[in-house]
């Protein structure tokens, strides 16, 4: 079974510019997390998706940050526009449901520098 | 606020030896505790987690010890190899995974 699947693997972007960031879960995880991992920092979640509902965005910056699931299934993280302190590696994770203690499977992460 | 933090930044032990890394937590009301370990380039691994109705929880090669008095917790690896080489993240949740507050990690180096 395919894990947690996550592209770019790595970005380099000028200050000020947009980024994006994609994920597709393991099939049949209906909940889905972005992460922010500083380096030598634990992840901090930044979005929890429920199927197509954010049930949990209250850590996204939402003046720069922006997330969708349409479908229900990948989703998209955007940053516009990126500052220098955005630096950091993006990490998705999925989970099979809600509310209970599924384990979290997590994907390579998107190593963004900006620049 | 709440936090979850790790006593020893870096680990260093030798092939065969047993691991204990540590890691204390603020939040008395947590009631789930994982332990996750990342190699590089890779994203964090789940390896065993733990209820706060539970002292001790074992699985293969791994043991995780919570003490709810001083709010404390412990991954123990016994018969550490190479392949343990890691950074090794606690986590603590509350009523569920939904929400794991991270700690800030443990480098293990273990040599040969």
């Not at chain 1, 998209?76 to 590696?89: C, Y």
């Not at chain 2, 890691?23 to 987690?49: H, L, M, R, T, V």
Request: hydrophobic share 35%.
């Amino acid at each position: 079974e395919a894990g947690v699947v996550q592209s770019p693997r790595y970005k380099i972007i000028e200050k000020k510019q947009p980024v994006a960031f994609w994920c597709n879960p393991i099939s049949g995880h209906n909940t889905l997390y972005w992460y922010l991992q500083n380096l030598g920092q634990g992840p901090e979640l930044l979005i929890r998706y429920e199927n197509e509902e954010a049930v949990d965005d209250s850590q996204l910056p939402k003046d720069r940050f922006s997330a969708e699931r349409l479908k229900g299934v990948d989703s998209t993280l955007k940053i516009q526009p990126a500052e220098l302190g955005d630096s950091a590696v993006y990490l998705c994770a999925s989970s099979l449901d809600q509310g209970t203690t599924d384990t979290q499977y997590f994907g390579p992460g998107t190593r963004l520098t900006v620049l | 606020g709440e936090s979850v933090g790790l006593h020893l930044p870096t680990l260093s032990v030798q092939e065969g030896d047993n691991s204990i890394i540590n890691c204390a937590y603020s939040n008395s009301a947590s009631d789930y505790f994982i332990w996750y370990k990342q190699e590089s380039g890779k994203g964090p691994q789940f390896i065993i987690d733990i209820r706060s109705n539970m002292d001790k929880r074992q699985g293969q090669r791994v043991t995780v010890l919570l003490n709810k008095t001083v709010k404390h917790l412990s991954l123990q690896i016994a018969a550490t190899q190479p392949g343990d080489s890691a950074v090794y993240f606690c986590a603590e949740a509350t009523g569920g995974y939904n929400k794991l507050i991270f700690g800030a990690g443990t480098r293990l180096a273990v040599h040969p």
